[in-house]
């Protein structure tokens, strides 16, 4: 991925992490372009999503405790992601980066 590619789709990269709908934002603003570092991102917000529903499901039905230290933890994981996506960088979520960008692959 070259530096103009990075330019081009670093906007919608950070859109894309504020919150669902800025997720749908840049999924339908990228629909044309298919701008590689968008969809990277986009991978992992999605991703993020699944794991903040995941951690509400957790804290209403299993472990008030627990659901709570999941949202924490993709709390951070969004801190993460957020800030590679400023700086223009393709760094994956850890522990489930690598898993998101092969789960989504054909997110666009």
């Given at each position: 991925?070259?530096?103009?590619?990075?330019?081009?789709?670093?906007?919608?990269?950070?859109?894309?992490?504020?919150?669902?709908?800025?997720?749908?934002?840049?999924?339908?603003?990228?629909?044309?372009?298919?701008?590689?570092?968008?969809?990277?991102?986009?991978?992992?917000?999605?991703?993020?999503?699944i794991m903040l529903i995941?951690?509400?499901?957790?804290?209403?039905?299993?472990?008030?405790?627990?659901?709570?230290?999941?949202?924490?933890?993709?709390?951070?994981?969004?801190?993460?992601?957020?800030?590679?996506?400023?700086?223009?960088?393709?760094?994956?979520?850890?522990?489930?980066?690598?898993?998101?960008?092969?789960?989504?692959?054909?997110?666009?």
């Amino acid at each position: 991925m070259n530096q103009s590619t990075i330019e081009e789709g670093k906007t919608l990269a950070i859109v894309s992490y504020f919150t669902f709908v800025g997720l749908i934002v840049a999924f339908v603003m990228n629909m044309e372009k298919k701008n590689p570092f968008t969809s990277y991102h986009m991978r992992q917000m999605l991703g993020l999503v699944i794991m903040l529903i995941c951690s509400n499901v957790i804290e209403k039905y299993v472990n008030s405790w627990l659901g709570t230290a999941c949202w924490t933890i993709t709390f951070v994981c969004w801190l993460f992601g957020i800030y590679h996506a400023f700086k223009g960088e393709t760094k994956p979520i850890p522990v489930l980066g690598e898993m998101f960008q092969d789960w989504f692959r054909n997110v666009q």
